[in-house]
C-alpha cells in the first residue's frame, strides 16, 4: 500500500475537523505542530516564509510527529492574491515537497471549509493527495453529539426528549449543537438569577429560535408559524405530504424494515392562490423542518 503524503479534511464550520486530528494527536501519542495559517503574516518580508519553514523543521525534528495546517482557506481562497500571499503558497508547496523528498515520518493534515478554497498546486500527487469529508451529521449523530455535550451540563432532559431535540436540529454540526446549549444555559442563569436550576427541554426548545443551523447560513432560511389547522380542507393532500415527507422522518427504522423508499421530490401544482405555498410552509412547520424558499423567475428575454 502507497503511502499518503497529506490529507485535506474539509467541511462546514462546526463539524469538529480540527477537533478530530487532535484527538488523533491524543491517541497516537505523537508530537503536534499546529500551523495557524491566518498567523503566519507579517509585515515584514520574508518573516511569513521563515515562521512557516521553522514549523515544518519543527515537526521533522520531532518526527513522528503530526503536522497540522489549519484554516488553509485563508491562504489559498482566490486568485487576486497578494505578493505575501503568492510567496507564502509557493513556500507551503516547498515545505510539502520536502517532506515526501525526505520520507519523513511525519503525517501532514490540512483543514479548510471547502475543496474549492484550496490552490490547485496543493491538490496533487505527493502532496495532499487524500481528502476526506467531515459532513453534517446525521440525526443519530446529532443525537449522540448532544449526549456527550450534555454530560457536561446539568439537565433533566429524557433520552426521548434528546432524540427530539435531534431530529428538529436539521442542518446543525456539532458547533452549533454547543452554542445551543450554551445559549440555553445562559438564559437558564438570567431567568433563575443564577439559583443552580438544572437545563430543562423547554429551555432548549426555546434557545432554539436564535441558533441558525451553520450549513444554511448562506441561504435564506425561514422559520415559517404555519400549521395543518390554519389551511380549510385539502385533507388529501394533507395525508399525502405526511406520508412523503413526515412519516419517513419520524419513523425511518418502519420504513426500513419494510423496504419502502420514500419519495425524494414532490411537485405540487395548481392555479395561483390555492395554498401551494402555505401548505409547503405546514409541512415545514409540522414536520420541524427548515423552510428554504427559492423563486425560479423564466429569463427577462428569450434572444441573446
Known amino acids: 500500500m502507497k503511502k499518503c503524503n497529506g490529507i485535506l479534511i474539509y467541511g462546514v464550520n462546526g463539524t469538529g475537523k480540527t477537533s478530530l486530528i487532535h484527538s488523533l494527536a491524543s491517541h497516537m501519542k505523537v508530537h503536534t505542530v499546529v500551523i495557524q495559517v491566518a498567523d503566519m503574516f507579517s509585515k515584514f518580508y520574508g518573516e511569513a516564509e521563515f515562521r512557516l519553514k521553522a514549523a515544518f523543521d519543527a515537526a521533522l525534528d520531532h518526527a513522528p510527529s503530526l503536522l497540522l495546517l489549519d484554516n488553509l482557506d485563508v491562504l489559498c ?9 503568492r510567496r507564502l503558497l509557493s513556500c ?10 525526505l520520507q519523513a515520518c511525519v503525517v501532514l493534515l490540512a483543514v479548510t471549509t471547502s475543496l474549492d478554497n484550496v490552490d490547485v498546486s496543493l491538490r496533487t500527487p505527493g502532496r495532499l493527495d487524500q481528502e476526506i469529508e467531515l459532513p453534517v451529521p446525521s440525526r443519530d449523530q446529532r443525537a449522540a453529539i448532544l449526549h456527550c455535550l450534555l454530560t457536561k451540563v446539568p439537565h433533566s432532559l429524557s433520552t426521548d426528549q434528546i432524540q427530539q431535540v435531534a431530529f428538529i436540529t436539521h442542518g446543525f454540526v ?14 437558564l442563569l438570567v431567568e433563575t438569577e443564577g439559583t443552580g436550576q438544572v437545563l430543562s427541554y423547554d429551555g432548549v426548545m426555546r434557545a432554539l429560535d436564535h441558533v441558525k443551523p451553520s450549513a444554511m447560513r448562506q441561504v435564506l432560511v425561514e422559520v415559517p408559524n404555519v400549521k395543518w389547522s390554519d389551511i380549510g380542507g385539502q385533507d388529501e393532500v394533507k395525508l399525502k405530504l405526511r406520508q412523503s415527507v413526515e412519516w419517513p422522518l419520524k419513523h425511518p427504522e418502519a420504513f426500513a424494515r419494510l423496504g ?6 414532490i ?7 390555492c395554498s401551494k405555498t402555505m401548505i409547503a410552509k405546514a409541512l ?3 414536520s420541524k423542518l427548515n423552510f428554504i424558499s427559492v423563486k425560479v423567475k423564466l429569463p427577462s428575454s428569450f434572444f441573446i
Open 77 to 85: 481562497t482566490g486568485r487576486n492574491r497578494s505578493d505575501q500571499e
Open 92 to 101: 507551503l508547496v516547498t515545505q510539502v515537497d520536502r517532506l515526501h523528498e
Open 174 to 187: 456539532g458547533g452549533d449543537l454547543a452554542t445551543l446549549l450554551s445559549n440555553a444555559t445562559s438564559a
Open 260 to 265: 419502502i423508499k420514500p419519495p425524494r421530490g
Open 267 to 273: 411537485l405540487m401544482f395548481g392555479p395561483p392562490g
Open 284 to 286: 415545514a412547520t409540522e
